[in-house]
């Protein structure tokens, strides 16, 4: 009976262990997903004026505090991020 018990305890730690290594492996894998698109943003923005450039663009875009997207409309830096469906462009 404690063998039952010490071995279903053994597999619950486990799985426990295993779990939160695959959480905290997730998280910073967004993380650093993040911070690469905030130096490519940066070291693509040249000068900083963010106009023209031959640089990507979004044609559509949406309000998204904490963010820039450089629209298409414009070629400007604006506050927000590019929707699922929007297509890029290249601003000239």
């Known amino acids: 009976m404690k063998k039952k018990l010490l071995v ?25 997903m993040l911070l690469r698109e905030n130096v490519a943003a940066l070291a693509g923005e040249g000068a900083g004026d963010g106009e023209g450039d031959g640089q990507k663009c979004w044609h559509t875009v949406t309000a998204f505090e904490g963010h820039q997207v450089l629209y298409c409309g414009n070629c400007q830096w604006i506050p927000g991020k590019a929707t699922i469906t929007s297509t ?5």
């Not at 695959?22 to 993380?31: E, G, K, L």
């Not at 890029?88 to 000239?92: D, E, L, N, Y």
Request: hydrophobic share 45%; glycine share 6%.
């Open 8 to 32: 279903t305890l053994g597999v619950l730690l486990s799985v426990m262990i295993l779990t939160a290594i695959v959480i905290i492996n997730h998280s910073y894998s967004a993380q650093d």
């Open 88 to 92: 890029s462009g290249k601003c000239s």
